[in-house]
Structure formats: C-alpha cells, structure tokens
C-alpha cells in the first residue's frame, strides 16, 4: 500500500515537472521541432487552433472541458487520450500528425468572418444565445441564427461586435426574458464555432422570426431568403 502511494506521488510530481517544462520551454520546443505557431499547440497554447481542436475532441466525447481556446490540462489529457485511441505517438502535442487525424492538418481556420477578433468570450456568448433563441430547432437552423448575428456585425446598421449586437435594446426576446441566461449545450457551443468559421445557412441573412408567434408588421416585409426549422430568415 505504501508503495503504490509512494508511487502516485512520484508519477504527479513528473507529470507537473513535465506540463511545467513544457509550458516554460515552449518556445525552444517550437524551434526544435522545427513548426510554426499555425501547425502546433501545446499546453500553454491559445488561440483559434486550440478551439477548434478543443471543438473535434468535444464533439468526440474525449474532452469535457469549455471550448474557451486554452489549451490546459483538460485539452493535454484530451489529446493524449486521442492519440492512444488513434496509435499516434502519446505525447500531448497537437503536431501535424494529430491535427490531420483530428482533421485539422493546417490548423487554419477557414472563415469569412474575422476569426483573429473572436476572443473564447465572443464564441460562449454567442452559444447563449443560440441555446437561448434556437433549442429545439435543427442544428442547421441553431447554425443560421448564429450566422444572422455575425452578419450584423458586418452591416452599417448594427453595431460592429458580437456583444454589442446581441445586447442591443429590443434586438433578442432571449436577452429581454432571461434565457440567454441558460445553460448552453454542446450543440449550442459547436454551433457558435461553425458559425463564427464561416458557415452561413441563412443566405447573409439580417433578421430571422418565428411566423407562428410574429407580432411586428415589419418584419413581415422583409424579403425571406431562407427557411430553416421554424425560423424565417430574412434580409
């Protein structure tokens, strides 16, 4: 008994002298393996690639954590337990190997929207309000009314942030009653990402609504460009 407590403690003790080391020398390791910034992630790391790395081993069920863009202990152990699962070399670093079994084998994201400006803030307040307006719609429709405020941002009517759109006065019945408030689930999160990486199923849409519960006359004399679920999307 006392030598396997003797024993754990040794094996704590190396995996923190370890993730301390790596995190401290993670430049030199960057020059030693010989790969930019773009094509390897390590703990410590943060940014885009971290989040969609985080996003696949998430949707994957090998990690549990936030898809926040840091790459802590929760993302190492999620990578290691890929890349046992998957017979590449168990050492914790997303390399160009296990990006491209993770699908990710450039680590770029692909994007009309300015992924560089979307901090982890930006990505889990959309998800709330996705998960706020849109469960229970198809994920496609989850997708769209995240691609809707994205759109905003762009246009000269709205203000140019994804805060700034969502808490703007009167915009979002999810903001006035609360529900922004709830707890977004994974599908809510994942589709915060694709929306932010790009994908718009709403044809640019500006506006979306429920024709069952619309009261604004308005928004009827939109033009729609798409239908998705129980949502209108329009322009």
């Known amino acids: 008994m006392k030598n396997k407590v003797l024993l754990t403690v040794i094996a704590t003790i190396l995996l923190v002298f370890l993730l301390c080391s790596i995190y401290l020398f993670k430049d030199d390791l960057r020059n030693i393996y010989g790969y930019s910034r773009a094509a390897l992630s390590y703990y410590g790391s943060t940014g ?15 990690y549990k954590g936030i898809v926040d863009g840091i790459y802590g ?3 190492y152990t999620a990578v290691r337990d890929f890349q046992a699962k998957n017979g590449l070399t168990v050492d914790g670093i997303a390399g160009p190997e296990t990006l491209a079994a993770l699908g990710l084998p450039t680590g770029v ?3 009309s929207y300015d992924t560089d400006g979307a901090t982890s803030q930006d990505i889990d307040l959309l998800a709330h309000l996705i998960y706020g307006e849109a469960r229970g719609e198809p994920y496609i429709g989850q997708v769209a009314v995240g691609a809707v405020i994205l759109n905003r941002t762009r246009d000269d009517r709205f203000p140019k942030t994804i805060a700034g759109v969502i808490y703007q006065p009167g915009a979002f019945d999810a903001v006035y009653d609360g529900q922004i408030n709830l707890t977004p689930d994974k599908n809510a999160y994942n589709a915060a990402i694709d929306a932010i990486n790009g ?5 640019g849409a500006i506006y979306y609504y429920n024709p069952a519960t619309a009261t604004n006359a308005w928004i009827w004399t939109r033009p729609i460009v798409a239908v998705i679920g129980r949502h209108n999307f329009a322009k």
Do not use: F, H, M, R
């Open 199 to 203: 994908w718009d199923p709403s044809g």
């Open 48 to 62: 885009q690639e971290v989040i969609n790395i985080q996003a696949k081993l998430y949707n994957w069920g090998y």
């Open 109 to 111: 994201a692909t994007a």
């Open 73 to 75: 202990y929760l993302t």
